[in-house]
Structure formats: C-alpha cells, structure tokens
C-alpha cells in the first residue's frame, strides 16, 4: 500500500494481535526463560486463547524468532531491489545490524538466549541458511552464472554469513562488544579480495562404464 495510507482495520487488528503475543512472549521469557514458558501461559497473558496464539504462531520458537524472521523479509526485499552490488549491500546491512545491537546490547543478550537451548540454536542454523541461500542465489545471478552449481557463490554466501556470525560471537564472548560492528565487517573485506578465478573449472563427468554381457 501506498505511504500514509492505513492498513484495513481487519488487518490492523491481526498486527496488533501478533504484537501482543510476541510482547506477552518476550517478558515471560526474559522473566523465567524460553523452556519454563508455555503457549498458554502467552496467550494468558496476551488476554487471547491458545488457539488464537497457534494461528499466528506454529510454534513457540516462531514466536521467540517473529522479529528476525521480519528482518529476513526485509533483508530480501531489499536485496532485490538494490541499486549497487551484492557485497556493497549486505555491509550496509551489516554495518548497520551490527552497530544497533552493539550500542543497545541486543545480540549478547541474544546469544545468552539462544546459546543454552538446542531448538532456538538449531532455528538460528535454518535462519542463517536462509540467508546464505538468498545471498549465494544473488551473487550467481550477479555474475550470471547457474545458482545450483556456482561453487564460488555458494562459498563466498556461507563465509559471509557464518564469518559474520563467529566473528560476532567470538568478539562478544571476550568482552569487547563495541568491536562487533568492525570486526564483521573485516570479514566483508576478506570476501571482497577473493576472486572466482582462483577456483579451478569443474571437469566433465566421466561416462559411466557399461558392465560387459557375461558369457553364457
């Protein structure tokens, strides 16, 4: 919809349900952490039932994981409608994620949210996959090469996403959260020096040997 233009107010009325969820959700657990927390303890505290929670949300780790899930669609939407390259636009976003969570705390505490628990770790995992997928999908097309077999793509998208990760949760964990944005961004810069050149062509695929007929 256009810009100042208002949302229907059936639609209006589904936003603010999903917001009431996710704050119901994220003070409880911030106050007794994500396993104690039940589905209908949230919808308790949202003031709706447990069945209106499990129509927006189809699990509690899609609740935990709505904000970043939108940053996602963002992140999508944005990278396809970008006006330089594919590089230049995930430091944007990088620079710009990173600073905000260094100056409000955010990704340490969402590491210590996230770090003790299997499920939220493994979602974070398919998130991150998500990401690299997208990115290795827009650098091949960039390039004008086939997406399901440009090994350069693929490599280049996991070690911006999975670098940028590390670096992060290797910085935060020693102490030096202020350094998170221009420590990930040193990883941008490793991925700018690389070039697909550097990998050598795949060769064909040998024929398979037909088995000789046997004598009879």
């Keep these: 919809m256009g810009s100042g233009m208002k949302l229907p107010l059936r639609e209006r009325k589904k936003v603010r349900t999903a917001q009431a969820i996710e704050k119901a959700a994220s003070e409880l657990f911030d106050a007794q952490g994500f396993d104690a927390t039940t589905l209908e303890q949230i919808a308790e505290v949202a003031d709706i039932h447990k069945q209106t929670v499990l129509r927006y949300f189809k699990t509690k780790e899609d609740i935990a994981f ?16 970008r006006q330089g390259g594919v590089l230049d636009y995930w430091r944007g976003y990088i620079e710009e994620t990173s600073k ?6 955010a990704l340490r505490k969402w590491l210590d949210f996230i770090g003790p628990d299997d499920r939220l770790y493994a979602y974070q995992l398919r998130l991150n996959q998500r990401y690299q997928d997208v990115l290795a999908d827009a650098l091949a097309v960039e390039a004008g090469t086939d997406p399901d077999s440009d090994v350069f793509a693929h490599a280049i998208a996991a070690m911006l996403v999975g ?54």
């Design 66 to 81: 709505a904000h970043r899930n939108r940053l996602f669609d963002d992140f999508v939407r944005g990278l396809e409608g």
């Design 100 to 105: 905000y969570a260094s100056k409000t705390n």
């Design 163 to 216: 670098g940028n990760a590390d670096v992060a949760r290797m910085t935060i964990r020693g102490g030096r959260d202020k350094d998170v944005a221009h420590n990930v961004v040193q990883v941008i810069d490793l991925a700018q020096t690389l070039r697909r050149e550097t990998i050598p062509p795949a060769k064909p695929a040998k024929a398979a040997r037909r088995p000789r007929p046997t004598a009879k």
